[in-house]
């Protein structure tokens, strides 16, 4: 009886574990077989040619320029209206009815799925404002999207700034607001950077939202502004994978393209995860 | 005296800001409405919530004998199989998350688990596209072998993908639920007697249930209105069925495939909006139930 309880801990401990290494494994193993194979696709011609030959040959440099504006987009959006969002909802709100319904609103935001901001961008911004399919368009639709996540990484930012820091402030005589732009986002800047860059990584990674709204399979031109039309590394992906003639070799071209996607937006998201944890043990108070 | 003139300002400024996104949450929902009116104009909503056949281009022949479009909104083909592939990764998804989520909060020792959270966060940012592309290549392949039938690409092949993408979410929110069941509890369990197993399987995952159903709930939410995977890897096929290996063609992965082709104003564009606007009620729904869930536990601790 002794033997089966500790034998029966030991077994399901042993399966939880096994748990772990089933999604770590699975893991490595996408990362590992997109790396594999998109590496020999991968030269510097792809990385800053514009497609050739109906997407068989040349490079992604026009989807990875379009990738990198949409995302600095939407975040050019979403920051401030974020950043005091979260202010107002730390520093200046007391807790009340009001404040319970801005968090049901920006959690229910959050709970809204990527296609159904694509079509909302696209009623409103494509079509009733009239922007078309372009880079206006598909930022705002990306920055509506981002806003929650930065909204409350800047709210936990905030709330882990020591209530002293704000009261010493206030003695001294300052306004709520001087104590706030002075003493407490100074202090929380890192934080709240790192709730940036991951936001930064979400909207690089979104197709849904931005395929009405912005991007198109292909185009030689290069942007020339916030009413052009532009290619994106995932929508790419995705036409490369499901639209056109050659299978076999547009194919090997997504291969390179999700490899290019994977490494930004790990790269940032890596980015983000090594800035918490170095604050966190770098922290003073 | 300009100081308290700045305060007073600043406040209701600040506050409009925070209010935005609910305005911005009514704006989608007034804009989903908008555009699906005419559709439940046109069409009759009893045909959209019980027809079995979606085929907006289908053409009949009238009395006249000439061919005009007679096209078919049925919903239940898309519901359906937004249903089955968004439960069955949840029942892929679940007992992986719970492992992970009682081996994180009771067995890892810290070192390990400052390893293991950060890598599962990079799972959750890995773009639903990335999963689609590896779910098409990879996959689809195995699935396919596994059972040799012709194409894998299917609503078994969608459900593992989306699993996958499902697991960082409900681990997370599970394990946060486990964490916080009050120490006494897991101390007097073990005080009785118990093994830290029977202490972790008849305490404090009883104790956290509320806490894992939300972060089922949660879950749901995310997993159906989940777009690039099924779009990809679900197969399209909008036939009414219950087979997991045969193609699906899910709510999400019908507006995504279909708004390209749809005329601008016409029926068929409302009647996605239509979807979306079901979608939405669907997703916002559930995350409200997560929340209340959630809500009422935290209040009987305090």
């Known amino acids: 009886m002794k033997f089966s309880r500790k034998f029966r801990q030991g077994f399901w401990f042993a399966m939880s574990g096994v748990s772990i290494v089933i999604v770590l494994g699975m893991l490595g193993l996408v990362i590992g077989f997109i790396i594999s194979k998109g590496a020999d696709v991968i030269s510097w011609e792809f990385l800053t040619d514009v497609p050739h030959k109906a997407m068989t040959e040349g490079g992604i440099w026009p989807a990875i320029l379009g990738t990198l504006l949409l995302s600095l987009g939407s975040i050019v959006f979403a920051l401030p209206l974020g950043l005091f969002a979260a202010i107002y909802l730390v520093e200046y709100s007391r807790d009340g009815k009001l404040r319970r319904w801005i968090r049901v609103g920006v959690n229910s935001l959050s709970g809204v799925p990527s296609v159904v901001f694509g079509l909302f961008g696209l009623a409103l911004f494509v079509n009733f404002l009239g922007f078309g399919a372009c880079i206006l368009a598909g930022s705002l639709t990306l920055g509506l999207m981002v806003l929650p996540t930065i909204i409350r990484a800047t709210e936990e930012a905030l709330k882990s700034i020591p209530m002293s820091f704000r009261e010493a402030s206030l003695a001294l005589g300052a306004t709520r607001w001087n104590t706030t732009v002075r003493v407490v986002l100074p202090a929380a800047v890192s934080q709240i950077l790192t709730g940036v860059i991951l936001a930064v990584g979400r909207a690089a990674g979104e197709t849904a939202p931005i395929m009405f709204t912005a991007a198109v399979f292909f185009t030689k031109r290069l942007p020339t502004g916030l009413f052009s039309k532009v290619m994106a590394l995932p929508y790419h992906i995705y036409a490369l994978m499901t639209e056109g003639t050659h299978p076999v070799e547009q194919t090997a071209m997504a291969y390179g393209t999700a490899l290019v996607l994977l490494m930004l937006v790990l790269l940032v998201n890596g980015a983000a995860i090594f800035f918490r944890i170095r604050a966190r043990k770098g922290k003073k108070w | 005296m300009t100081r308290f003139t700045s305060e007073t300002v600043v406040k209701p400024l600040l506050g409009f800001f925070a209010l935005l996104s609910l305005v911005f949450l009514a704006g989608i929902l007034v804009t989903l409405l908008t555009e699906s009116g005419p559709f439940f104009g046109e069409y009759d909503p009893l045909k959209f919530f019980t027809g079995t056949q979606w085929y907006p281009t289908l053409q009949t022949q009238n009395e006249a004998g000439e061919w005009v479009s007679n096209p078919q909104f049925g919903l239940l083909p898309l519901l359906t199989a937004s249903l089955q592939v968004t439960l069955l990764a949840l029942v892929i998804a679940l007992p992986l998350s719970l492992g992970a989520a009682v081996f994180l909060a009771e067995i890892a020792p810290p070192a390990l688990r400052e390893i293991i959270k950060p890598l599962i966060e990079l799972l ?173 536990r935290q209040e009987l601790q305090r």
Not at chain 2, 127 to 139: A, E, N, W
Not at chain 2, 172 to 190: F, N, T
Not at chain 2, 212 to 224: E, H, K, Q, T
């Open chain 2, 124 to 296: 959750a940012g890995i773009p639903s596209v990335v999963f689609g592309f590896i779910g098409m290549v990879l996959v689809a392949p195995f699935i396919k072998d596994l059972f040799g039938i012709p194409i894998g690409l299917n609503g078994l092949s969608a459900s593992i993908v989306l699993a996958f993408m499902a697991f960082p979410t409900i681990t997370s929110l599970a394990e946060d639920a486990i964490s916080a069941v009050p120490h006494d509890l897991k101390e007097a369990s073990l005080a009785m007697g118990a093994n830290r197993w029977e202490t972790v399987s008849r305490v404090m995952v009883p104790a956290a249930r509320s806490g894992i159903y939300s972060a089922v709930i949660l879950g749901f939410g995310r997993v159906i209105g989940e777009t690039m995977t099924v779009l990809m890897v679900a197969g399209g096929g909008a036939a009414l069925t219950i087979n997991p290996l045969s193609p699906l063609r899910p709510m999400t992965a019908t507006i995504a495939l279909e708004m390209g082709e749809a005329v601008q104003g016409g029926p068929h564009y409302h009647a996605l909006f239509a979807l979306a606007l079901l979608l939405l009620v669907i997703t916002l729904a559930f995350n409200l139930l997560a929340e209340r869930i959630r809500g009422g």
